[in-house]
T-cell receptor
Framework: DQQVKQNSPSLSVQEGRISILNCDYT??????FLWYKKYPAEGPTFLISISSIKDKNEDGRFTVFLNKSAKHLSLHIVPSQPGDSAVYFC??????????FGAGTTVTVRA | EAGVTQFPSHSVIEKGQTVTLRCDPISGHDNLYWYRRVMGKEIKFLLH????????ESGMPNNRFLAERTGGTYSTLKVQPAELEDSGVYFC???????????FGSGTRLTVV
């Protein structure tokens, strides 16, 4: 039973443009949401997070938006850079700190 | 500060054999987690240690998997006997207790043939 879904397996974007990654979840008990970035042969690296009491969190080029009523979050990367090419995982957690991940979205930034 | 170290990075074994994966967390991190990613799908939780105690092992697939963390330092994950469906990348992560301090290792890619 997959509780976190990333419905777009891949995304291709021009360098300098905005990348928008989407994530949906089903468990209303989730109260903390994270995005991880993963390069080949490496482990996931924490990128940005948001708690359920907020609807937006920004860190440099990365902004995460949370819509609790729709059980939807998104990650915006602007401007996109070649080094942003990676697999991005959405993850969610409740009070037990156990992370539920989506299947990932592979982002390719074209020069 | 050294990161989370996993060994081996790759392992190819035959069905029915035993494999032991090792994870060395960041020094001082009481929380240690095992996750697995199978066939490019989502990363799934296996279990969580707090020091040497199993806090949550609800994600362990079956009793062929045994995780230990003696002394609350490094952890091992043994698969015995291995089956084809056990193939995947096994990730270990550690934290000091705050969720955003979760640091992952590079993973062990296990292939059962």
């Amino acid at each position: 039973d997959q509780q976190v879904k990333q419905n777009s397996p891949s995304l291709s974007v021009q360098e300098g443009r905005i990348s928008i990654l989407n994530c949906d979840y089903t468990n209303s008990m989730f109260d903390y949401f994270l995005w991880y970035k993963k390069y080949p042969a490496e482990g996931p690296t924490f990128l940005i997070s948001i708690s359920s009491i907020k609807d937006k969190n920004e860190d440099g080029r990365f902004t995460v938006f949370l819509n609790k009523s729709a059980k939807h979050l998104s990650l915006h990367i602007v401007p996109s850079q070649p080094g942003d090419s990676a697999v991005y995982f959405c993850a969610a957690s409740g009070s037990d700190y156990k992370l539920s991940f989506g299947a990932g979205t592979t982002v390719t930034v074209r020069a | 500060e050294a990161g989370v170290t996993q060994f081996p990075s790759h392992s190819v074994i035959e069905k029915g054999q035993t494999v032991t994966l090792r994870c060395d967390p960041i020094s001082g991190h009481d929380n240690l987690y095992w996750y697995r990613r199978v066939m490019g799908k989502e990363i799934k939780f296996l279990l969580h240690f707090v020091k040497e105690s199993k806090q949550d092992e609800s994600g362990m697939p079956n009793n062929r998997f045994l995780a230990e963390r003696t002394g609350g330092t490094y952890s091992t994950l043994k698969v015995q006997p291995a089956e084809l469906e056990d193939s995947g990348v096994y990730f270990c992560a550690s934290s000091q207790g705050v969720l955003y301090g979760y640091t992952f290792g590079s993973g062990t890619r296990l292939t059962v043939v």
